[in-house]
């Protein structure tokens, strides 16, 4: 048993006739469950939707454009502390662009402009990311999607 | 060739289909066995926790339910993520997120939630699943026995049960994927069947929402003239079960939902006025367990997604088609 099992149990990996005991192991062990609680929090921090409310994707992509120099971080009279500022700004950075792929297809200037920022990203939209919002409308209507997964947003049905 | 010996050519060709299509077991046992599944999620009193896991998530929720002098209850208490709760009084079912103060209030019996999955009329499962109990197994603690729904076609996936003995209430569904995979699953850690439940249990843990927004959702099936779209070719066993119409901003028609389902698995398709020029068809798979179609017309921006395999969002979506009106 070790974080390798509880990776793959989270990722659908598993098994099937190990499930049983990795549940059981979770129940008992104090540090199990410590990992599987960790490994849900990374989770929900890079997609937990209340990101969105507090407009972090906004703010970052706002910081990103008046500070297009990324990669001279003295600049910034944070001398003295540039390895920790750059991890900073790179896990900042992810979680800008798993927001992002989140977001309505309709992204707003400012989205557009954290999008510019990442040159690993292909000029075209992405269809998977587009598709985000279907999925979400889709699932309020699917007895096979679980209810966990019915996002409100996408719950607004005008009359008819 | 003339008239008869056609038909003689067609119906020696049909045949094995036909016999194939009786499979092992005797209709009537496996509609008996389908009855049972959806009455027992139905009239049996439970409560635990399960799990949903999807494209590599896994999320858990407590349920609990009643069925008391006719009367069915069930709650739902999502138990990591974001809070929601699920109160449903026979056909009435709220929907509470508290994170954005709202409540979403369903009427009708078009929405399902494991365990409860089968429901009337069997037939049509009969019609697209080869049913067949293949074995017995454990889960949280039970006997259950397995059974396999098969699909006649390659425009659905197959599925996988595991029913409580005796009382063959749903303990477990797998959704398999081409290759046998499971790509999707629902199962109990935990339950307790058969125990008597207060009606003080299934109060909302929301009390305070006079202020909460409301979103009445219309009635399944309500409406008496949808707005003209349809898809021509619909795979074999899938229904229409709902249109709703959801406003886009800066479009006064807004866009077109439709739902289809076989009973198991469902497909959306979605009709939206779009700008700019006609595009090609993207077709994918999203993550594992659902396809994506897109394609724009000269007027009409269509999607397609469900949980099938790619070929089914496909055919949906290059069929999708106007009654009303000139619309390609």
Not at chain 2, 72 to 101: Q, S, W
Not at chain 2, 107 to 133: C, E, K, M, S, V
Not at chain 2, 219 to 237: D, L, T
Request: proline fraction near 8%; hydrophobic fraction near 40%.
């Amino acid at each position: 048993m070790n974080r390798e099992h509880l990776s793959a149990l989270m990722d659908g990996e598993l098994d099937p006739s190990l499930e049983t005991t990795v549940w059981a192991r979770m129940k008992d062990e104090g540090e199990l469950a410590r990992i599987w609680n960790e490994y849900h929090l990374i989770g929900d921090v890079l997609r937990e939707k209340g990101i969105g409310n507090i407009r972090l994707g906004e703010r970052v992509a706002q910081a990103l454009s008046t500070e297009p120099t990324v990669l001279a971080p003295r600049r910034f009279g944070v001398a003295g502390q540039p390895t920790r500022w750059l991890a900073v700004a790179a896990a900042v950075a992810a979680v800008a662009v798993s927001t992002w792929t989140l977001q309505r297809p309709e992204a707003s200037p400012s989205q557009m402009v954290a999008r510019n920022e990442v040159p690993a990203e292909s000029p075209a939209p992405s269809p998977p990311a587009e598709a985000e919002h279907y999925v979400a409308m889709h699932r309020q209507w699917s007895p096979l999607s679980g209810f966990q997964t019915v996002d409100y947003a996408a719950g607004t049905v005008a009359s008819r | 060739m003339n008239v008869q010996l056609k038909h003689a050519v067609l119906g020696l060709l049909l045949l094995p289909a036909l016999v194939w299509a009786e499979g092992p077991k005797a209709p009537e046992t496996q509609d008996d066995l389908l009855a049972q599944l959806a009455k027992a999620a139905q009239q049996l009193t439970y409560s635990g926790i399960f799990v949903f896991q999807h494209d590599g998530r896994m999320e858990a929720s407590r349920v609990i339910h009643s069925f008391d002098n006719g009367q069915e209850r069930t709650k739902i208490d999502t138990l990591d993520g974001p809070p929601r709760e699920i109160i449903r009084a026979n056909d009435e079912m709220r929907c509470y997120f508290p994170d954005v103060h709202s409540i979403r209030l369903e009427h009708g019996q078009g929405r399902r939630y494991f365990p409860a999955l089968i429901a009337p009329p069997f037939q049509n499962y009969r019609d697209n699943y080869d049913i067949t109990i293949v074995g017995v197994d454990r889960v949280a603690g039970h006997d259950c026995q397995v059974i396999a729904l098969r699909p006649r076609d390659n425009l659905r996936f197959a599925h996988q049960f595991c029913a409580d003995m005796p009382s063959n209430l749903l303990l477990k569904e797998v959704t398999l994927g081409p290759h046998g995979e499971p790509i999707q699953m629902s199962v109990f850690t935990e339950i307790t069947i058969g125990t008597h439940a207060d009606p003080a249990q299934f109060k909302p843990d929301y009390t305070d929402t006079a202020d909460w927004h409301v979103d009445n959702v219309p009635i399944a099936g309500s409406q008496k003239e949808g707005s003209g779209w349809s898809v021509a070719n619909v795979p074999p066993g899938f229904h229409k079960i709902i249109e709703v119409r959801r406003p886009i901003p800066g479009h006064a028609g807004g866009m077109t939902h439709l739902v289809y389902s076989d009973g198991l698995a469902s497909i959306s398709v979605f009709i939206e006025p779009a700008d700019g020029p006609p595009r090609p068809a993207r077709i994918e798979s999203l993550r594992s367990s659902l396809s994506y179609f897109s394609a724009r017309t000269a007027e009409q921006q269509i999607t397609v997604v469900g949980e099938v395999p790619l070929a089914s969002v496909t055919q949906m979506g290059q069929s999708v088609i106007n009654l009303r009106s000139s619309h390609p």
